[in-house]
């Protein structure tokens, strides 16, 4: 297993990642994305705004995979997502990590352009296409500003 933190690529294009992917021995990639938040110091919207990338960036990955498996740190740490990804369809993984891996400015903020595509992303889904990190959506659900649970 290869293990990619996706901030260390900023700039890779979909040619750079196809020869960083072909060199790699392996069909099975653990995708690392930083979690900065955390609850009871970070604002609800940063938290549900996190998780809600995340969310997104696990369906593109899950798309063009051939097995997929993701973790999360709980609400209140700091770490990293991770997205465990079997492929053997490079392009295609290229592609979307380079979307990814360009989509973040140097202070880990997410573009406009990747911000509203990350955004629309459950519109984009299929009617029966299922969301594959629902654990990280319902997070989102948990710090929405009208979910059920006020600030304090």
């Keep these: 297993m290869t293990k990619i933190h996706i901030k260390e690529f900023t700039g890779y294009g979909k040619k750079d990642w196809l020869q960083f992917l072909r060199l ?7 995708i690392c ?13 940063a938290i549900f705004i ?9 369906q593109d990955l899950s798309s063009i995979a051939e097995d997929f498996m993701y ?7 700091v770490g990293e997502f991770n997205f465990i990804v079997i492929t ?10 380079s979307f990814i891996s360009n989509g973040f400015n140097i202070w880990s903020d997410p573009t406009p352009r990747f911000f509203d595509y990350a955004l ?11 969301i594959e990190c629902s654990l990280l959506m319902h997070v989102c659900e948990q710090f929405s500003s009208g979910s059920d649970k006020d600030q304090n």
């Design 33 to 45: 994305f930083p979690k900065h938040t955390v609850e009871h110091f970070d604002d609800r919207d």
């Design 24 to 30: 790699q021995r392996t069909m099975v990639f653990d």
């Design 120 to 130: 629309s992303f459950p519109d984009r889904l299929a009617d029966d296409e299922p």
């Design 71 to 77: 973790t999360a740190p709980a609400v209140d740490e």
């Design 50 to 58: 996190e998780y809600f990338i995340a969310s997104c960036i696990g």
């Design 88 to 97: 053997r369809n490079f392009k295609k993984l290229a592609a979307v990590l």
